[in-house]
């Protein structure tokens, strides 16, 4: 095959992708959300007392799952005094809108004024309980110690803390567990004939 042949070769070929261009990728299929947010922002109050606050960079809302799938999520706890007793970060997230719990996932991170901090990959808040949980293991670090376990519940407070599997590390003096409390010294046993 002479240069010129080859040459010709090459023009045909380019002139043959010309007339039939490059076939368009596959439009990516519709995001059914009913609705797409930007930044979307909710206060959820029980009895008119701010409990929480969610916000998300993004939200996909679908009505008739009542559900809104999100991403970057941050949610803040209060008490009824309106004092601020966790914060809570993840990557992606769902907020059902009938009962107001969520289920946050991927890179999870629990925060307290106090210096705690929880990490997992899954963490549930069901509003009815008013209760935080994770099904999978966590880690966690604070001013008092540091530990880890299987598996948790807890108020969003992170004050009464019930682990499966729980090990640790706790800094100072330590703590007593149920039944080590120093009790008060028993009443010696009277002697027979000692005045009543």
């Given at each position: ?22 076939p368009?990728?596959?439009a ?31 939200a ?73 949980r ?63």
């Open positions: 095959m002479t240069r010129g042949h080859l040459l010709l070769g090459v023009v045909v070929l380019l002139g043959a992708c010309a007339k039939r261009g490059i368009p990728r596959q990516a299929v519709s995001d059914s959300a009913d609705q797409v947010m930007g930044g979307m922002e909710t206060i959820i109050t029980d009895k008119d007392v701010r409990v929480l606050e969610l916000h998300a960079d993004t996909r809302v679908y009505q008739n799952r009542q559900i809104a799938d999100l991403e970057h999520v941050t949610v803040t706890f209060y008490d009824k005094g309106g004092q601020v007793t966790s914060t809570v970060t993840s990557r992606r997230g769902s907020y059902a809108i009938r009962d107001k719990s969520l289920d946050l996932r991927d890179s999870v991170v629990a925060t307290t004024p106090s210096g705690k901090v929880l990490r997992t990959e899954h963490l549930v808040y069901d509003r009815i309980a008013n209760q935080v994770s099904d999978v293991p966590f880690t966690f670090t604070g001013p008092d110690g540091n530990g880890a376990g299987a598996s948790f519940e807890s108020d969003p407070d992170f004050r009464n803390v019930i682990t499966l599997r729980p090990t640790g590390r706790q800094k100072g003096k330590g703590f007593l567990l149920p039944g080590q409390e120093k009790s008060p010294a028993p009443a010696s046993p009277r002697k027979s004939g000692a005045p009543k």
